[in-house]
């Protein structure tokens, strides 16, 4: 009887770069969305790969790699943010006027639309159109059953078209 040794596949640096390539830009334009700011999510994305490269071999070899890049590259955005937003308030205090600078980032009406949804449902959005990845991805990532993320992708389209129906229903003038 001839016993052959059973060998697993240890992911090479050759699939991190194949990986790399073919997630960046859909991890990117989802981040972009959570954190609504380029940079941000750009810094966010490149952080959370270079942890995968530095520990590719137990990454590589999860179910779902890209669950997992979204949920550090979603965390270090949110520090960011909440870094970000408290130094806002302590200089809003100290200065009043800065409140009058307008916000350097120009949104297209949809992802202006997304970005003023509730945190989950904007999530939610964002990882399911923009990053592609599957419900039960989804509700590992965010930690909430495959029904949760369902009913939010509902919550959140409903709310999507409302909004876009108010904006084209209003006159020119109207908008801002």
């Not at 509730?118 to 039960?136: D, G, N």
């Not at 369902?150 to 908008?175: F, I, K, N, V």
Request: hydrophobic fraction near 40%.
């Amino acid at each position: 009887m001839l016993v052959t040794e059973r060998t697993e596949t240890v992911p090479t640096r050759l699939d991190f770069e194949r990986w790399y390539r073919s997630i960046y830009p859909r991890m990117y334009a989802a981040i972009v969305v959570v954190a609504a700011n380029p940079d941000d999510a750009r810094d966010a994305v490149q952080d959370a790969l270079v942890k995968a490269l530095e520990d590719w071999e137990r990454v590589g070899a999860m179910d779902s790699p890209e669950a997992w890049l979204y949920s550090v590259a979603r965390n270090k955005a949110r520090r960011t943010q909440r870094r970000r937003n408290m130094l806002c308030k302590i200089l809003l205090r100290e200065n009043p006027r800065l409140a009058e600078t307008a916000h350097p980032y120009h949104e297209y009406e949809l992802w202006g639309a997304v970005k003023n949804l509730p945190e989950r449902q904007r999530t939610t959005v964002a990882l399911r159109h923009i990053a592609h990845l599957t419900e039960p991805d989804i509700a590992l990532i965010m930690g909430v059953s495959r029904g949760t993320v369902s009913s939010t992708l509902r919550a959140a389209h409903a709310r999507l078209r409302l909004q876009l129906e108010e904006s084209t229903t209003a006159e020119p003038g109207d908008r801002q």
